[in-house]
């Protein structure tokens, strides 16, 4: 027996029922730095209090009669050992002998470490690589230059690499939802697969419920004799897109509620559910949680949608997004009316001090309206910005028909505005912070827009 424990790879002790030492074997010695000699016949507190270990099971395990696992680190070696101390009872139920059995875990723990390293690495690794894939597959349509839409940005490309189901976008009317959800799906793992939107508060709810979950043939009056394939169907394995799900009827909202349980569609009037993988986006402008109190909004759908929220910031709170906004829009509406209109200085500035209560919509209808209306001899034009006050501002627009490359693109009139700008709240403020609080920026903006235009000098 004592060869066998003496040849034993696991640190072997035994103590009696007190806790004195009886045994050591010779891989306890390795492990401990100790010699044999130097506890046998001592109680096994000694270990602790000479600062050898850190913790001590055996007297917790005289305590309490029960076997005891713990992770010890030996001072002495600097190793991490696995000690496992086990009671033996005599025959009147008292502790006879403590054995104990301890495994070196160094090793095993600095692996462990490694892989932590290692996959942190990997990780910044994937969030670097994701950033810059973000970058470049932008939705030209979507502009980030303020550092909340950035954020967002971010939030909806990380959803969409992780297949993130039950996603749901908040925001007010106008603000880009719909965007922002054809973003996420064309950067997932199913943008080959369809992208189907529906507008929950522009159907009635048995309509509804028919688009979304199909019906049978003869299902209700007026039913196709051929039946219908619903929406869910139809995005299998792409993106359905709820626009508007605070305006969806609470008997939909159950069935939802099913499907998003259990991945099962049942046809209206059908008998056999079909197995669906389909991403769910859902979208709305309402505060989803007054409707729940209001009871009508189903707490329980709340909650199922409340997985991954994403907020977009109306226009008015990123305003360094309105010029690039409004350059994306000409170059867009430019290409599709087969026209070359430019935008006017003063145009530029109304655009930038506008508060634009229909977001992002207002902005691309009135750049619309600006390209397909503008005229050279009737350069102060009246527009509504819809909400039935005229705005009346120079467009600076040539003929139409006039395909000549103008002198300046917006591009460069957008810089030449924006250094101005700039300029003269880097002469009116002595610092960052106090021009980004003047022209309503966030100061890392302000510090990159003043690096690229050569103005430095400012105190943060």
Not at 227 to 238: F, H, I, W
Not at 320 to 328: F, P, W, Y
Request: glycine share 6%; hydrophobic share 40%; charged share 25%.
């Amino acid at each position: 027996m004592t060869a066998i424990v003496d040849n034993s790879s696991d640190g072997i002790w035994v103590c009696d029922g007190n806790g004195t030492v009886i045994t050591v074997n010779k891989a306890s010695e390795r492990l401990n730095g100790i010699q044999a000699e130097e506890v046998i016949g001592q109680n096994v507190s000694i270990m602790e209090e000479k600062g050898i270990v850190d913790r001590n099971v055996t007297p917790e395990v005289i305590k309490t009669g029960r076997k005891i696992s713990a992770l010890q680190y030996i001072k002495r070696t600097k190793k991490y050992v696995l000690m496992t101390s086990t009671p033996v009872f005599d025959e009147n139920g008292n502790i006879s002998l403590v054995v104990s059995n301890g495994r070196d875990m160094t090793r095993l723990n600095a692996i462990n470490e490694e892989l932590e390293q290692t996959r942190m690495k990997a990780q910044k690794l994937e969030d670097r690589l994701a950033e810059i894939d973000m970058l470049q597959l932008r939705d030209h349509e979507i502009v980030a230059e303020n550092d909340k839409m950035v954020q967002v940005l971010r939030i909806a490309f990380k959803l969409a690499k992780m297949d993130a189901s039950n996603i749901l976008i908040l925001g007010e009317s106008g603000a880009g939802k719909g965007m922002l959800a054809k973003f996420i799906h064309k950067n997932s793992n199913r943008s080959k697969k369809a992208f189907i939107q529906i507008n929950c508060a522009a159907l009635p709810e048995t309509l509804l419920e028919a688009e979304l979950f199909g019906y049978e043939r003869g299902a209700f009056t007026g039913a196709s004799q051929q039946g219908k394939v619903g929406l869910l169907e139809l995005a299998q394995e792409g993106v359905l897109f709820l626009d508007e799900i605070g305006d969806m009827p609470v008997s939909v909202q159950a069935k939802l509620l099913k499907y998003l349980d259990d991945h099962m569609v049942m046809r209206v009037g059908g008998t056999q559910a079909r197995q669906i993988d389909c991403l769910i986006i859902a979208a709305t402008n309402h505060d989803l949680k007054t409707k729940v109190k209001e009871k009508s909004f189903r707490a329980d759908l709340f909650y199922r949608l409340n997985s991954f929220i994403i907020n977009i910031p109306p226009l008015r709170e990123r305003p360094e997004d309105i010029l690039k906004l409004a350059d994306t829009f000409l170059k867009k509406y430019n290409k599709e009316f087969k026209l070359n209109r430019r935008l006017s200085y003063r145009t530029l500035e109304f655009l930038q001090s506008h508060s634009f209560e229909g977001n992002v919509r207002e902005l691309q209808n009135l750049i619309r309206r600006l390209v397909v209306m503008g005229e050279a001899d009737t350069p102060q034009t009246a527009l509504h910005t819809g909400h039935g006050d005229p705005v009346s501002f120079s467009i600076g627009l040539p003929a139409t028909g006039d395909n000549s490359e103008p002198a300046h693109g917006l591009a460069e009139q957008l810089e030449t505005v924006e250094r101005e700008i700039l300029q003269q709240a880097f002469t009116r403020f002595p610092s960052t912070r106090q021009i980004a609080g003047h022209l309503r920026v966030s100061q890392p903006t302000i510090v990159r827009k003043l690096k690229k235009y050569g103005l430095t000098g400012k105190d943060d």
